[in-house]
């Protein structure tokens, strides 16, 4: 039996979308226990830790559309770069496997550096495809397809937020290491800080889930 390559990759690029939108749901859900002073310090942080076990999953899918979206989109003329699929997914595996090492050692100094690589990792290459998939759509780019083009740019857009958002997660490790060195109920500062970034994230996640929503739309339909 023969299988068409190009369906396999269509594939898993249906996987990928459903880990990266069931996985910010799942972290969205696990928050509000996150924060929840109700809550003895540590129940809040086995949330927190249920939160980077989903949201590991999410981040390997975000990552994942990209190269396998580069290979399909070769495959259907889409953009004439068929030349670098290859050290495109080299990249993106080198990046995942970045991603996954931060994860392994989150509640560790090294694990914050190796997630401040991952994000600055994003400073280059968001407004890349940013450019890339803007110039294509306005102007004489190198994305033939203006589905695909649209895709690229919102997808851009969407590692914005999921800097945003890993921000927040950076930031609530350090918060929470913090509580536990001081105690629980001796620093209302650090917990208001949690509650207001929590009001923050959430906002962003609706527009996340748009986004997302809205990428999936295009490559499906592919209305222009």
Known sequence: MYVEP???FKWLHIVAFVYWLGGEWG???TSFNVLDTRLTLQERRRHMETAYRIDILARSGIL??????FEMGATLGAHPYADLVGPVWLFYGCWLALTWSAFLRRETNL????????ERIRYAVIPLLFGLSL???????PFTAGWFAAKVLIYSLLLVIGLALRFV????TTIFRELDRRGPGSAPELELR??????LSRGLAYLYWIGILSVAFIGTVKPF
């Open 6 to 8: 190009h369906f396999v």
């Open 27 to 29: 972290v969205f859900q």
């Open 169 to 172: 997660m950076r930031h609530w």
């Open 111 to 118: 694990g914050l550096l190796l997630t401040r690589i991952d």
């Open 135 to 141: 110039w294509s759509l306005v102007g004489d780019g």
């Open 64 to 69: 994942l559309l990209f190269p396998i979206g």
């Open 194 to 199: 949690l509650s207001r970034e929590g009001v």
